[in-house]
């Protein structure tokens, strides 16, 4: 597979959430995923437990059922206002209402994408308490990133979802994923439509730099 000509920094800032641009009638290569899914395990695990699992929905029924309960998530997510646009400049509030549009469009496509990944933890994160939260995580997160690196340089698109948590407990039913293992995250993956993705509008540094003191 020919890797996008990237320079690291180009990498880091232009892997953006795609939702919009997923391409929703090529298929993806198993293979394809599987060398991102590497990549994605040689990211840091707390005490090199390397606790992580990873299921990759392929199978139409199976991710139809899973976009069921994710539009069912983000039933909820809209009626609280989805991307706010409260409070933010006439710029930011235009940005945030994309970004509703956005997600809006992918909760109606999701069962359409065609991989679906479930990046899964061994522990029971009910069973965790809030102190050691992001600890926990922490043995996760780092390789989902890694995954979304890969696939970026490789042409695909990702963007991280949670909506689907709210009935994790049905997805692991659906999947048949065994108690004392705990989701993170859903990340569909496809590719993209163009693969010309630039840095996003950020808050400039200094409004949230503090140096020794907040």
Same mark, same amino acid.
């Given at each position: 597979?020919?890797?996008?000509?990237?320079?690291?920094?180009?990498?880091?800032?232009?892997?953006?959430?795609?939702?919009?641009?997923?391409?929703?009638?090529?298929?993806?290569?198993?293979?394809?995923?599987?060398?991102?899914?590497?990549?994605?395990?040689?990211?840091?695990?707390?005490?090199?437990?390397?606790?992580?699992?990873?299921?990759?929905?392929?199978?139409?029924?199976?991710?139809?059922?899973?976009?069921?309960?994710? @539009?069912?998530?983000?039933?909820?997510?809209?009626?609280?206002?989805?991307? $706010?646009?409260?409070?933010?400049?006439?710029?930011?509030?235009?940005?945030?209402?994309?970004?509703?549009?956005?997600?809006?469009?992918?909760?109606?496509?999701?069962?359409?994408?065609?991989?679906?990944?479930?990046?899964?933890?061994?522990?029971?994160?009910?069973?965790?308490?809030?102190?050691?939260? *992001?600890?926990?995580? *922490? $043995?996760?997160?780092?390789?989902?990133?890694?995954?979304?690196?890969? *696939?970026?340089?490789?042409?695909?698109?990702?963007?991280?979802?949670?909506?689907?948590? @709210?009935?994790? *407990?049905?997805?692991?039913?659906?999947?048949?994923?065994?108690?004392?293992?705990?989701?993170?995250?859903?990340?569909?993956?496809?590719?993209?439509?163009?693969?010309?993705?630039?840095?996003?509008?950020?808050?400039?540094?200094?409004?949230?730099?503090?140096?020794?003191?907040?």
């Amino acid at each position: 597979m020919t890797l996008l000509d990237l320079t690291p920094e180009q990498l880091l800032t232009t892997t953006r959430g795609v939702r919009k641009r997923l391409d929703l009638d090529r298929p993806v290569e198993p293979e394809l995923v599987e060398e991102c899914l590497r990549v994605a395990l040689q990211a840091p695990s707390g005490s090199n437990r390397q606790g992580w699992h990873w299921l990759v929905v392929t199978d139409p029924d199976l991710r139809a059922g899973v976009a069921d309960y994710y @539009r069912k998530g983000a039933a909820a997510y809209f009626e609280a206002g989805g991307a $706010s646009t409260e409070g933010y400049s006439a710029e930011r509030a235009a940005t945030q209402a994309r970004v509703t549009a956005s997600a809006r469009y992918l909760t109606e496509n999701l069962h359409r994408v065609p991989v679906l990944v479930i990046p899964c933890l061994e522990g029971d994160v009910e069973q965790i308490s809030a102190r050691y939260q *992001a600890s926990f995580w *922490a $043995s996760l997160f780092p390789a989902v990133w890694n995954f979304m690196l890969a *696939a970026r340089l490789r042409g695909l698109g990702t963007v991280w979802t949670s909506l689907h948590l @709210r009935y994790a *407990a049905e997805v692991a039913e659906l999947l048949g994923i065994p108690p004392g293992f705990s989701q993170g995250a859903l990340v569909p993956v496809a590719y993209t439509v163009g693969t010309d993705f630039r840095p996003a509008p950020r808050e400039p540094l200094e409004t949230v730099l503090h140096r020794d003191r907040w």
